[in-house]
């Protein structure tokens, strides 16, 4: 079975600095996707990042980042130049690839970002 | 619709009343999903549907859960003899079928409260 953690229950980071989340996950599979989502107080979950197993190069969508190292099974995003409406609860996110299967989601990291 | 709605928005009801959660996804996804998510917690899988029939309906905790999805497109979430356990966000995805696994669209989620 595949499972996800995010040791970092909560975090907070200054407006305009840098933040980085942890995440560690546990497969047997060589091919899969990794996703990063946001929920904010509204409840809608929304794609910040993704990140396919067999691609070496890190992804990046503007100010966020990923470090993904497939060895170590780690995911970890970075936020870059914190803004006040990056404040919500992030969820690292594993999914199998070649079937259409279903997501795993880590218990998530709350994050505070002070003005 | 533009994305995934869910209604009703928010449920409270009493122990042991039966309540429907209705999803309707983004037009021309054929894979829906159901997740519970829990106060604090990450979304957890309930139910998968590609098409009309349910691919993996491992995630469903005991037979009072029940869903369908018998057009292909709009699916219901039926609980029967609710408990004050089942209290929580329900939330609802879809996304594109075929073999390339991909991002999950979420909608805001239906919170249920058993008193």
């Known amino acids: 079975a595949q499972t996800v953690t995010q040791s970092q229950p909560e975090m907070s980071v200054q407006e305009a600095e840098t933040v980085t989340l942890s995440c560690t996950y546990d497969?047997?599979?060589?091919?899969?996707?990794l996703f990063w989502y946001k929920q904010p107080p509204s409840r809608q979950m929304i794609l910040v990042i993704r990140?396919?197993?067999?691609?070496?190069q890190n992804a990046t969508e503007n100010r966020f980042s990923v470090n993904f190292q497939k060895a170590a099974k780690s995911f970890s995003l970075k936020i870059s130049d914190s803004q006040l409406g990056d404040a919500a609860m992030y969820f690292c996110?594993?999914?199998?690839?070649?079937?259409?299967?279903?997501?795993?989601f880590g218990a998530g990291t709350r994050l505070t970002v002070k003005p | 619709g533009a994305g995934v709605s869910q209604t009703p928005s928010n449920k409270v009801t009493e122990k042991g009343k039966y309540v429907e959660l209705r999803c309707d996804p983004i037009?021309?996804?054929?894979?829906l999903y159901w997740y519970r998510q829990s106060l604090g917690q990450g979304p957890e899988f309930l139910i998968y549907?590609?098409?009309?029939?349910?691919?993996?309906d491992s995630g469903l905790p005991n037979d009072r859960f029940f869903a369908v999805r018998p057009e292909g497109s709009v699916s219901t979430l039926k609980i029967q003899r609710t408990e004050r356990g089942d209290s929580a966000v329900y939330l609802c995805?879809?996304?594109?079928?075929?073999?390339?696994?991909?991002?999950?669209?979420f909608g805001e989620g239906s919170r249920l409260t058993v008193l």
């Open positions: 995805a879809s996304s594109f079928g075929g073999v390339e696994a991909g991002e999950l669209f």
């Open positions: 497969t047997s599979e060589s091919d899969y996707y």
């Open positions: 990140q396919e197993a067999y691609k070496q």
């Open positions: 996110a594993y999914r199998r690839s070649l079937n259409n299967n279903d997501m795993r």
């Open positions: 037009s021309g996804h054929t894979a």
């Open positions: 549907f590609q098409g009309t029939g349910a691919a993996d």
